[in-house]
């Protein structure tokens, strides 16, 4: 009978032969973690390998993602469509298994992870989705939504200040359905851990309002059973199972050292481990007997139909509530969205309010929240600074959590890593908001959403020297120009109501990644428009004041700048000048659309140009050429009132005109 220890050790070969044939990869995680991976997924994660979309199962995290040959390998054993081949291609060019997990290669992977800590904080995030949409749906005698989420992490997981942020609010908000094992294995790259990382992790959980289970051995599988049971057994908290594991665990000689947590053991230590665990097997080769124990096709299936059975007779309880559950899971928008989007434009065309960009969000989101129930917004404790809440939030609590706000708390790279794994969940469209100074402390959770190609919206206001007194800590220079470099993020940069709509529309419609919209604290002037150009606005850049033929000059401008922009035109061409406006809140967008529509925006054949934002010039230069010039900062700003800084650093109409001059006459 195969037992249990050689089902883990299945792992083991796996994970030390990939590597070594990669010559490169994480071997120690996978070989100390192989029994708490045995034990989850033979006995406890409820999945379903020919399947892994349906929408109802337990979600796994691998936060401490060097160590991804312990999920391929489970995801190959357990009979997801991830063949042998593709383990025996580890780390290599268009391979399913990448040198870290990445979500939309492999099927299985729930999240990109290898950025320590953020993996937790998706998983965070996943079983805020669960509870939410819990909350919302579930029907006495009709549980649709219930699903938990486990989460494998390691020290250095735990060292990341994100851990803090994220396990703070986990705790707060009560996710008694997330279960996480701390690989408790003493060793990170530079060596013993002890050196720099003495916490005492099980009163830190504690003091975080989590439930912990202490010193479970790892490599026993009834130790680790009964702490899973007793994790199971508290619902109104998260668990911390803490395992004392070795790392590299069967190498004889490596194993407990950092020798073993990021290079392949070599072929002689490879043979050796294969004498002391007993694999007596050719690498890359698993018995049928291993497979026949690891096999989770059938029980899977038999999940899932018993799932659909529960959906089913929901469906004829509650056929509206069944519908609109299937919808969100799809992702789809409601029905009658576009409409709505529509009538917004519109009713923001013709009040002609000048407003701050800031402000017009929160109108936007007062539009469109009633029609979109999945809208789950937040802030990083700026809510009356960022308006990102409505006349229908409903604030999400340790006891009420079918709301639709989460007070993040100051924790900016928590909430964007927590929306991440909203997304991931589906059924849920998150957005949160912070400064746009801010965006530096989410950073990298910034950089996944686009990597992962997720649908969140990043809120960020006060987005210049507008912001004022505050200072050049809290007054952003570099930001905008900074999130425009990550590649499949969407920046837009509204000049008024009009453009703040289709920003927020746009957000809401792409499927393929994160939107940031970048808001103003002072009040813009509304941009009058006729239906063709309303129409353009959508296309992230268009022709907001012209001249008669062919332009001379073109001014390009973003958010607040549009304002000048436009009054520099008036002087101009009542001087005689012909002048071109081109309003450009969205440059990827606008970078999107064909060849012809671009160039009757920006024809080519027109050289004296001059860009206009208040925020670091570089990036302009792609649009103006090397010839052309940019009214932007190039040096961080000042504590003073917002219109003696537009001043100060060169953002007025006589400023701009004079520039434009100037280029006219070079």
Known sequence: MTSRKDLANAIRALSMDAVQKANSGHPGAPM???????????????????????VDRDRFVLSNGHGSMLIYSLLHLSGYDLPMEELKNFRQLHAKTAGHPEHGYAPGIETTTGPLG??????????????????????????????RTWCFIGDGCLMEGVSHEACSLAGTLGLGKLTVFYDDNGISIDGEVEGWFTDNTPERFRA?????????????????????????????????????????????????????????????EVAATREAIGWHHPPFEVPDEIYQGWNAVEAGKAAEDAWNETFAAYQKAHPELAAEFQRRMRGDLP?????????????????????????????????????????LGGSADLTGSNNTNWSGSKVISTSEAGGNYIHYGVREFGMTAVMNGVALHRGLLPYGGTFLVFSDYARNAVRMAALMKQRVVLVYTHDSIGLGEDGPTHQPVEHVPSLRMIP????????????????????????????????????????PRDEAQLADVVRGGYVLK???????????????????????????????????VASMPCLEVFEQQDAAYRESVLPKAVGKRLAIE????????????????????????ESAPAGDLFKHFGFTTENVVKRAKALLQG
């Open 546 to 580: 012209d001249c008669d033929g062919e332009p001379e000059l073109l001014l390009i401008a973003t958010g607040s700048e549009v304002e000048l922009a436009v009054n520099a035109w008036q002087e101009l061409t009542d001087a005689g000048v012909k002048v071109r």
């Open 488 to 527: 499949n993020m969407h920046v837009w940069r509204p000049c008024d109501v009009v453009e703040t709509v289709a920003a927020w529309r746009a957000g809401i419609e792409r499927q393929d990644g994160p939107t940031s919209l970048v808001l103003t604290r002072q009040g813009l002037p509304h941009q």
């Open 208 to 268: 975080y309002g989590w439930h912990v289970v202490e010193n479970v051995d790892g490599h026993d599988s009834e130790a680790v059973r009964k702490a899973i049971e007793e994790a199971r057994s508290v619902t109104d908290k998260p668990s911390m199972i803490c395992c004392k594991t070795v790392i590299g665990m069967g190498s004889p000689n490596k194993a407990g050292t950092h020798g073993v947590h990021g290079a392949a053991l070599g072929d002689d």
């Open 118 to 147: 953020q993996g937790l904080a998706n998983a965070v995030g996943m079983a805020l989705a669960e509870k939410v949409l819990a909350s919302q749906f579930n029907r006495p005698d009709h549980a649709v939504v219930d699903h």
């Open 335 to 375: 029905a009658d969205f576009a409409a709505a989007a529509d009538k917004l434009l519109r009713e923001a065309n013709d009040k002609a309010e000048k407003v701050a960009t800031r402000k017009a969000s929160q109108s936007v989101i007062e539009g469109f929240g009633p029609v979109l129930p999945e809208f």
């Open 32 to 54: 100390g973690m192989a029994e708490i991976a045995e034990m989850l997924w033979n006995d406890y994660l409820r999945h379903n390998p020919r399947n892994p979309d349906w």
């Open 614 to 637: 208040a925020a670091h010039v570089d990036g302009w230069h792609k649009y103006v050429g090397l010839d052309g010039d940019v009214v932007g900062m190039s040096s961080y700003g």
